[in-house]
């Protein structure tokens, strides 16, 4: 209770109320501070970034380690890092938006990232990990809730396979962490949360011909994952019905499987096809 009081009474100092829509929940057990370190792995040497760094619970202990970075969107919680954790550089901006290149390149991300926007953020550092030839960032090592890890993580199959897995396994290897309970919060989380990292690749698995259409691609199958893949893409109006039939085939799809069957290669080759067909 003694961490829970101090939490309150640093927010209240700070004039900040936990705001649900922002998904501010603050770790207050110093153990789970411990386990994610251990887990992680943070090296000296390495060029460490913490997204949303609160008040500041993983940020010391990842100072340990030497000069860091904290991209930080709420300007009471930025000021308060400057102000009671040495060795860290503070940006004051939103990650979703940031340019990472202002810090460097193969850069090691942690962070307690709100659950309402993992999606984002997950999609942000798939997004930005790899430029022009460079990896941006090396590993990501994420507090989420425990279902999204989970779907992060998962191969084709199970019905959690989705957008997030299919696009993951392109740039990244994963490892499932620890799990902990929703009372390892303040305000205390309805659900579990477990650690996931990411390993990204010095280049993506597959080669995407069009990222755009990839991603488009994905959406249209997923937005019907009830149906099977060949009725997703033909009812969608968009691709010609004989060329999607082609395609299938060549890739060695059956067209009466469901898209959550689909792998992150076949996903990459059946949308170069199709893209190919449609730019002749």
Known sequence: MT????????????????DKAFGQNFV?????????????KPQEG????????????????????????????????????????????VHEDDIRGFD?????????????????????????????????????????VLLVQKEFAERVASGPGPKIYGIPSVRTAILANTRLGPVFPGDIFYPVASVESQVLELRFLAEPRFTIADDLHFKHLLAVCFGTRRRKIFNSLSSSGQYNETVLSAALNDLAIDPDSRVEAISPEQFVGLSNRLFASSSA
């Open 28 to 40: 207050q057990v110093p153990s789970v501070i411990d386990d994610i370190i251990r887990f992680g």
């Open 100 to 140: 990472l290149s202002e810090i460097g390149s193969d850069l090691v991300i942690f962070g307690n990232i709100p659950y309402s926007f993992s999606s984002e953020i997950l999609f942000y550092l798939l997004d930005n990990a790899l430029r022009n030839g460079t990896r941006m960032v090396k590993r990501a």
């Open 3 to 18: 961490k829970q009081r101090d939490t309150q009474d640093t927010l209240r100092t700070l004039g900040v109320t936990p």
């Open 46 to 89: 390495e060029v460490i970034v913490e997204i949303g760094p609160g008040l500041g619970a993983l940020t010391k202990e990842l100072a340990t380690f030497g000069p860091m970075h904290a991209v930080e969107i709420e300007h009471a919680f930025a000021r308060y890092i400057r102000e009671h954790v040495r060795g860290v550089t």
